[in-house]
């Protein structure tokens, strides 16, 4: 098993940015995909980008050229930073990691965008 903790999160303007990271307990190199969700009040948990044990990386449209997910093995960490930060950016942002022994997420860290 793997926990995570998320920290990073907070309150910026519009165009701002934030660096987000995910702690994981143990070493992470074996971790198939590490991933960022969010989810805004009122809306289902969205993915917002992943990256591969490879290093290979995917994000949600809408993220795009504004979001750089990362993962640093020797430090156990996944980190998601985002710039020029949109209002409709405002979600609990959750880590998440997918390998042979299960599915797991943190308790998430909140992104608030004012305008």
């Known amino acids: 098993q793997v926990q995570l903790v998320e920290s990073g999160g907070g309150l910026v303007q519009a165009g701002g940015s934030l660096r987000l990271s995910c702690a994981a307990s143990?070493?992470?190199?074996?971790?198939?995909?590490m991933a960022w969700y969010r989810q805004a009040p009122g809306n289902q948990r969205e993915l917002v980008a992943l990256?591969?044990?490879?290093?290979?990386?995917k994000y949600a449209d809408s993220v795009k050229g504004r979001f750089t997910i990362s993962r640093d093995n020797a430090k156990k960490t996944v980190y998601l930073q985002m710039n020029s930060l949109k209002p409709e950016d405002t979600a609990v942002y959750y880590c998440?990691?997918?390998?042979?022994?299960?599915?797991?997420w943190g308790q998430g860290t909140q992104v608030t965008v004012s305008s």
């Open positions: 143990r070493n992470i190199f074996s971790i198939n995909v």
């Open positions: 990256i591969f044990s490879g290093g290979s990386t």
């Open positions: 998440n990691g997918v390998d042979r022994t299960g599915n797991y």
